[in-house]
């Protein structure tokens, strides 16, 4: 390396403490990360494009540095959807810092993908604690049963109030309404669960009926509506 002729002239003053980098929290290990294959663990990281129409929830599960397990779930742009699909088959099998300097098409993606690595690299991820961390699969398990990215999406207006359109229990197709007008319950229909039984031979009406889930005094109300049509 080059040195300037003012530090090459300067005496050697000796270096105290080395301790090297503070220890982290990693599946139920304490580790000081020198380099990226120190470093495992399963952790979420969350970005957003730069107008912010859009975000994304990226899941890693990381092993000795490697990403050996990814789960990319966007939300609110129908092109960041393809971008998640270049992301998924790119993510696995790099290491984190091949991730983090990878293009991943779509800025919330790129964002959430610093997020997480920062999450690694200071010992802040979900499976910290965790003995030998979580096992490959473990962020499929995020999804639930209907393998479905769980969403919640609701619309409102002072004029005519809040409509319910999905929960995590799925899309709603009945609000719940007292005599006051106000909302105590509502109806649903798993749909990652209704397809999969009408993938597997059950017929779509009796699927849609099998799948029809209630919450809250759904049973009490004086009303009906139709969050969709009314």
């Known amino acids: ?17 080395h301790h090297g980098p503070a220890p982290i929290p990693e599946e ?35 092993k000795n540095g490697i990403v050996e397990e990814a789960l990319v779930e966007t939300l609110g742009c129908s092109g960041m959807t393809h971008s998640a699909a270049m992301a998924a088959e790119i993510l696995p099998g ?8 990878t293009d991943l098409v779509c800025d919330a993606i790129n964002v959430a993908m610093r997020e997480i690595f920062k999450q690694f690299a200071y010992g802040r991820t979900q499976s910290a604690f965790s003995e030998d961390g ?30 319910y359109m999905e929960m995590a229990e799925g ?16 109806q649903f229909v798993r749909l990652g669960k209704m397809l999969e039984d009408i993938r597997h031979g059950v017929k779509p009406g009796e699927a849609y009926e099998k799948n029809i889930g209630t ?12 969050p969709r049509e009314e």
Not at 8 to 14: D, N, Q, R
Not at 94 to 101: R, Y
Not at 171 to 186: F, H, Q, S
Request: charge should be neutral; proline fraction near 3%.
């Open 1 to 17: 390396m080059n040195i300037s002729h003012e530090v090459e002239k300067m005496c050697v003053v000796a270096k105290g403490p």
């Open 28 to 62: 139920g290990k304490w580790v000081q990360a020198y380099q990226i294959s120190d470093i495992s663990g399963l952790s979420h990281g969350v970005g957003w494009c730069a107008p912010q129409q859009g975000a994304c929830k990226l899941t890693l599960n990381v």
């Open 94 to 101: 790099k290491t984190l810092l091949e991730c983090l300097n």
């Open 134 to 163: 979580l096992p490959i699969g473990a962020g499929m398990e995020d999804l639930g049963k209907g393998l479905r990215t769980q969403i919640g999406t609701m619309y409102s207006t002072k004029l005519k109030g809040v409509r």
């Open 171 to 186: 899309y709603v197709t009945k609000m719940a309404l007292d005599e006051n007008g106000e909302v105590i319950g509502y």
């Open 215 to 226: 919450y809250g005094r759904f049973a009490d109300a004086a009303s009906y509506i139709d």
